[in-house]
């Protein structure tokens, strides 16, 4: 199906489904409603200020677009012999040698007072464009008297009176202020000859020949300072700012970059910056850059610009990618575990970026859709000063087959890579790697759809059609902790093992192995074990929270309250995730199964608020328990008792209802029971009326026919004509009987009824009344079912910490790490006795980057898996395996302990190494935590030393180091690395005993010299002949002695040379043309 955006009829109701539109088509039906608002102003007659659409004074300044000289560095090789020629198809088709009054200026007018470039006056049309379909009322166009300001402001009333032409008789005119002028920094010998009024109004520009500027030209001068910069533009700004009050109307101020500065501090009232920050802003500032504030009476406050946000929600995992016009960054975030009932994470991430527009899939649940659509509601209802909020928050429902994930993947490459999908190489592939997690699903479709929708849009594309994006970075959530797919591996977080049992296997034939999330896995409902998962796949950097996790676990390891775990564990077995019943009773599927799960959870967690409600002592456990509506819950949990019949639900596998409900009811299952009995009687007194002798008849009931006379088949009978008795009805056969209606039966049927269908009615009717009540009050059942999954979570942990002997860290906001006897969590339950090692890192007395080396198989992975994980821990509020802690929050994870080359996105091991290595430079801060285990050994050692030294070298000079915790075999590094406060070295003890090492697994200050790898290599089952060339090659390259073959004299080897020598010597003599290959051969094997 198409829909034609010119063939939309807006004032006609269009019902088209949601699910069969892609993004064009749904912009299209969005751009026909802002169409029948244009046209309804432009058939009315009035104008904009009578329409009441500037109820709101504004003011939006933007940048000039794209200078000629930025695209070309000097323009006048474009003027040969005093014509002007262009050389580039981005050069204007022409120009004139200019004049400002009497005074000719000819080239260099053009060099002081450059015009735009093609791309520059298209993209400022475009921008008029999309001023008018967004519904921007323009009163008034200011500009600066630069030629390229004016051009600006021109293209872009003539942009948006050809899109949106509210007055056909009157046209916008340019007024040209003197005082809009940027500050020359310095490089101007004088003002630049502007062209005069007479000049603009020759060459076919809307300029107001009537108007006076604020600030005269005559008081501009090139040696004007910064500070008197920064006055007359406050000055000038402040002007304008009163002038749309006082006439309620929306001005647009085309200018320079400067200016940018000055509507700022209109709104915030802040210092101006000093210079070094304002060119640094002037820089950075793009063209065509514009921002609007709007007066609510009392101040002004800045309108937030366009944030378009694509989400997507699949398998309990969100990814969301959003397009920040301000900044022209495109951001992603990575899957995330989110819950399916809370939508947690969803919430924080609207309330981080809060965007404008929302796309998200036309097949997206429905709970999703009301809740972003609650968001926007509630968005525009907190911005009541801003007026036709409804026009800036708009939600998108995209078809979900442009969420294929072939499709985003391939817009992803092209955008990354700028080529397209049919040219790409796999160097462009490995790039798009690179930028992107492509494992990110969720993200990569979001991520796509995004950029789709900003390509449509046109609102902020380059000339190739592209979003405008100077760089993709990630975007964290606030307060969580940011680790990716590669962390969670290389700590062992998480282990998929395939399952020996197919039937017991889950979706993906795996089940959870032995990892970090196993071990402290003992919950005993299944919302509590997922819920413990959304923990450990979303660490969190909420003090607040991870302190009332661990005064919980705390209270609970107690052994005075052992006793309350026991009691509590059972009822929690009872509790069942109620979303998937909840979505069964909202579409009339539930099943008497699930009306038995949902009793028994709600009495279990009535169970559990009375339980904790009842012992004061463990109300810092989980304060929400208290928000719990008991009298709710026992309400419908005694409604559900009254009615449902359980026993009878069971044996009958529908929903059935208690006796005493309802008295019609009651009488229709009495009837039931009795009717047996009472038909035998009816055919005892029919069998003698039946027109035909017979030896054995029944009276039957079915559902929907009625009652019917059933008669043994006759073998005489062959047709169907032969069936027909007088007096009978015949009605079919089955099973060898034949079945007939007769008056009598017809009589049954009137008085007794259908009465299995009617007590199903009667049933179903209470049924539905019940569902309802249940359905009205699926909030207060789903938070006591969290709240329980919560203690669940909480006692599991306790558990762990218990039997396992953790402790409790002290989380603190500095930025440190001081762990002593500290263990590995997984190694310890594997390995007896486990050596405890101490960890410590901060900015002043232990450092903050720790160079590990030591022999082969001496611990040092584990040790840094263990850092890894001892700050893990501590992140989900856990207790820890050390004797004592004290953790600063840090904001990312980041490792390099596994390698995650594949075959399917074209890497190779050691690029896939360089990409974990080049996330943590790029993303890594003060407070992020890195880990690196031997990064370099996939490439030539000299490369290794040079990319291990220049990434640690690059964070110990930064004002803002990460802790960095790195072990490597590459010992050259350690003497290019400059010397540090930041920088130790440590090493792992080992005791030599004659040829064997024995390995001490402690670790202490200093730098290893050997890696005894001979030795590492016979534990590990090498012949020994083998370790001893180890040995002895080691050994002879140390002393610089040449190198011999195993069991070789150097007698032999001058005899072999000797023969090598001869052989050359003849090969090198010998003729083809006169001898055969043959003889050839026979010459090597005599040499031989």
């Known amino acids: 199906m198409s829909v034609d955006p010119e063939e939309i009829d807006p004032k006609k109701t269009v019902r088209i489904p949601m699910n069969t539109l892609n993004t064009t088509q749904c912009l299209a039906l969005k751009r026909a409603k802002k169409r029948n608002v244009r046209r309804t102003l432009k058939h009315s007659g009035r104008s904009n200020k009578e329409n009441g659409l500037n109820a709101t004074p504004k003011i939006m300044m933007m940048r000039h677009g794209e200078r000629l000289d930025s695209c070309h560095f000097d323009i006048r090789q474009c003027f040969q012999k005093g014509v002007y020629t262009p050389l580039q198809l981005n050069h204007p088709s022409c120009l004139q040698l200019r004049s400002n009054g009497e005074l000719p200026e000819g080239v260099d007018a053009w060099v002081e007072d450059t015009p735009l470039s093609n791309m520059g006056r298209a993209a400022a049309f475009l921008m008029g464009r999309a001023l008018a379909r967004e519904e921007e009322t323009l009163d008034y166009v200011f500009a600066s008297p630069a030629y390229r300001c004016v051009e600006t402001a021109d293209e872009v009333v003539r942009g948006y009176e050809s899109e949106c032409d509210f007055l056909p008789d009157v046209k916008l005119k340019v007024k040209i202020e003197d005082g809009l002028f940027e500050y020359g920094f310095g490089r101007l010998s004088r003002v630049p000859p502007f062209l005069s009024l007479a000049a603009f109004k020759e060459e076919q520009y809307c300029v107001d020949e009537d108007y006076v500027p604020f600030f005269p030209r005559e008081q501009l001068s090139v040696d004007e300072t910064y500070l008197q910069f920064v006055r007359r533009s406050q000055a000038v700004v402040e002007h304008f700012a009163e002038f749309s009050i006082t006439n309620r109307c929306c001005t647009l101020l085309v200018s320079h970059a400067p200016y940018m500065d000055s509507l700022t501090s209109l709104y915030k009232g802040k210092e101006p910056r000093n210079p070094k920050e304002w060119i640094r802003l002037v820089q950075n500032t793009p063209y065509l850059y514009m921002r609007a504030l709007k007066w609510n009476g009392k101040k002004w406050f800045c309108c937030p610009p366009p944030i378009v946000l694509c989400i997507y929600l699949s398998n309990q995992k969100l990814g969301a990618a959003y397009y920040d016009t301000d900044s022209s960054k495109i951001f992603t975030l990575n899957d995330v575990a989110e819950s399916m009932d809370e939508f947690s994470l969803l919430i924080d991430v609207l309330n981080q970026v809060r965007p404008t527009t929302i796309l998200f899939s036309s097949k997206a649940d429905e709970r999703l859709c009301k809740l972003i659509n609650d968001f926007q509601n509630n968005k525009c209802q907190q911005n009541g000063e801003v007026e036709d909020a409804e026009n800036e928050n708009d939600l998108i429902v995209v078809a979900a087959s442009e969420f294929e994930l072939s499709r985003c993947k391939n817009t992803v490459q092209q955008f990354i890579s700028s080529v397209s999908s049919d040219h790409a190489s796999v160097e462009d592939k490995i790039r798009a790697t690179l930028f992107v997690d492509m494992e990110s699903v969720c993200m990569i479709r979001a991520l796509g759809v995004l950029i789709n929708y900003c390509e449509i849009e046109s609102a902020s594309t380059d000339h190739f059609g592209r979003p405008v994006a100077f760089c993709l970075r990630s975007f964290e959530v606030n307060d969580m902790l940011v680790m990716d797919d590669n962390a969670y591996e290389s700590l062992q977080i998480f282990k998929k093992q395939f399952h020996p049992s197919v039937y017991k296997a889950g979706r993906d034939g795996f089940k959870e192995g032995f990892g970090l999330f196993s071990v402290c896995n003992r919950c005993c409902s299944s919302v509590g074990a997922a819920k413990l998962r959304r923990w450990f796949l979303r660490p969190t950097r909420n003090l607040n929270k991870l302190k009332q996790r661990l005064d919980s676990i705390e209270i609970l390891s107690c052994d005075s309250n052992f006793h309350f775990i026991q009691a509590i564990q059972k009822p929690l077995k009872q509790i069942k995730s109620v979303t998937a019943i909840f979505n069964r009773l909202r579409a009339a599927k539930v099943n008497p199964s699930d009306w038995i799960s949902l009793y028994k959870t709600i009495n279990a967690c009535i169970f559990v608020a009375e339980f904790l409600k009842n012992r004061k002592n463990l109300k810092v456990i989980l304060s929400e ?339 960095v915790f790195v072990s490597t075999h590459l010992y050259r590094l350690l003497n290019i690395l400059p010397e540090s406060p930041l920088l130790r070295y440590k090493t792992m003890k080992v005791m030599r005993q004659g040829e064997d090492v024995l390995f001490l697994y402690s670790i202490c200050d200093g730098q290893a010299t050997e890696s005894y790898a001979a030795c590492a290599a016979s534990k590990a089952g090498l012949p020994e002949r083998v370790c001893n060339r180890i040995r002895q090659v080691c050994q002879n390259q140390k002393r610089g002695y040449q190198l011999f073959r195993p069991e070789s004299t150097a007698e032999d080897i001058k005899e072999e040379f000797k023969r090598m020598k001869k052989l050359v010597s003849a090969f090198l003599n010998y003729n083809l043309n006169e001898h055969s290959v043959m003889e050839l051969l026979t010459l090597i094997r005599q040499s031989n």
Request: charged share 25%.
């Open 625 to 963: 328990m208290y928000d719990i509506s008991l009298e709710k819950l026992q309400k419908i949990s005694s409604l559900i008792n009254e009615l449902v019949d359980f026993k009878a639900m069971v044996e009958e596998r529908q929903f059935a209802v208690k006796s005493g409900i309802d008295r019609t009811l009651d009488e229709k299952k009495e009837l039931l029971k009795r009717l047996p009995e009472l038909l035998t009687e009816v055919i005892k007194s029919e069998v003698d009326n039946l027109p035909f002798p017979i030896a054995a008849c029944t009276c039957v009931y079915i559902p929907t026919i009625g009652y019917l006379i059933a008669v043994p088949r006759s073998s005489s009978c062959s047709k169907d004509g032969d069936y027909e008795k007088p007096g009978l009805e015949f009605m079919f056969i089955t099973n060898d009987r034949v079945h007939y209606k007769n008056e009598t039966m017809r009589q049954l049927d009137a008085e007794l009824g259908d009465v299995k269908l009617d007590i199903k009615d009667l049933e179903s009717s209470i049924m539905i009344s019940l569902q309802n009540f249940v359905l009205k009050h699926a909030t207060v059942i789903q938070h006591a079912v969290e709240c329980a999954a919560t203690i669940d979570c909480l006692i599991s942990m306790a558990l762990t910490a218990r039997e396992y002997n953790w402790v409790r860290p002290e989380l603190v906001e500095e930025n440190v790490i001081d762990v002593s006897g500290s263990r590995h969590p997984l190694q310890e339950l594997c390995t007896a006795p486990f050596v405890n090692n101490s960890v410590k890192s901060d900015e002043n007395e232990f450092g903050k980057m720790h160079v590990l080396t030591g022999p082969n198989a001496c611990g040092k992975s584990v040790y840094l898996k263990q850092v890894g994980l001892l700050v893990y821990l501590a992140h989900i509020g856990s207790f820890v395996p050390a004797s004592s802690a004290r953790i600063g929050l840090v904001d990312r994870i980041c490792t390099r302990l596994h390698s995650t080359g594949s075959i399917n996105d074209g890497m190779s091991t050691f690029a896939a190494d360089v990409k974990q290595v080049a996330m943590a430079t790029k993303y890594a801060t003060k407070k992020s935590l890195i880990i690196i285990d031997e990064f370099g050994k996939g490439t030539l050692t000299d490369v290794g030393v040079a990319l291990l030294g220049a990434c640690l070298t690059y964070w110990l000079e930064r004002d803002k180091c990460p802790h």
